[in-house]
């Protein structure tokens, strides 16, 4: 998105080039930040106390992802999506919020027991505690086990990555190919 933002090693954030939907400039005060998650338009930063903040967004590209609903409870780690963020909250339960164009609005059902959550564009993933990775789109109701054995998660948009226990890196989507796609062992 043209812009850069940098978390320092005393909690703060500095943002530096462009600023169309108020995503690098971070909120005056922001401190005690553990980590942030940011895409073209918005960020999301995680606090020492589990707190969230949001910003950005813009006028024209605001569907209420950087509006972090109060009720949240402490949180363990943020992720913001194209249009949309998700949270992994300290007991296990994924929390979401924003507009989707494909209506990711929410978590899939059911999902409890989470270690770690990946907002996209037109797919979420969720890493459960017994290493299975689920995915679910256009509907929080359309959801399913991709993979397993894994430990770590990430990916944007359309592409996704996966850590497996045993070492090997799995990664699927890409470019225009949908992340729905089957993972490629890499």
Do not use: C
């Not at 009720?71 to 363990?76: A, H, N, Y």
């Not at 007991?91 to 990946?118: C, K, M, Q, R």
């Not at 689920?134 to 948009?157: K, T």
């Not at 497996?164 to 990664?171: F, L, N, P, T, Y």
Request: charged share 15%.
């Amino acid at each position: 998105g043209g812009h850069t933002l940098a978390l320092k090693t005393d909690g703060s954030i500095v943002g530096w080039g462009n600023n169309n939907f108020g995503q690098s400039l971070p909120p005056g005060g922001l401190t005690n930040v553990i980590s942030i998650s940011g895409v073209e338009n918005h960020y999301l930063a995680l606090r020492t106390d589990g707190s969230v903040v949001g910003w950005g967004g813009g006028e024209q590209h605001d569907h209420g992802q950087a509006l972090v609903p109060p009720d949240l409870g402490p949180v363990k780690q943020v992720s913001a999506g194209w249009a949309h963020s998700l949270v992994l909250r300290m007991d296990g339960s994924v929390a979401g919020w924003g507009d989707h164009f494909f209506g990711l609005t929410a978590p899939a059902p059911g999902l409890t027991n989470i270690a770690a959550v990946s907002a996209g564009y037109e797919n979420d993933l969720a890493l459960k505690k017994d290493g299975t990775v689920v995915i679910w789109s256009d509907s929080p109701a359309r959801q399913e086990q991709i993979l397993s054995n894994a430990v770590a998660i990430a990916g944007a948009l359309r592409n996704w990555i996966a850590l497996r226990q045993d070492g090997k890196v799995m990664s699927w989507g890409a470019n225009e190919v949908l992340a729905k796609s089957a993972p490629a062992d890499l």
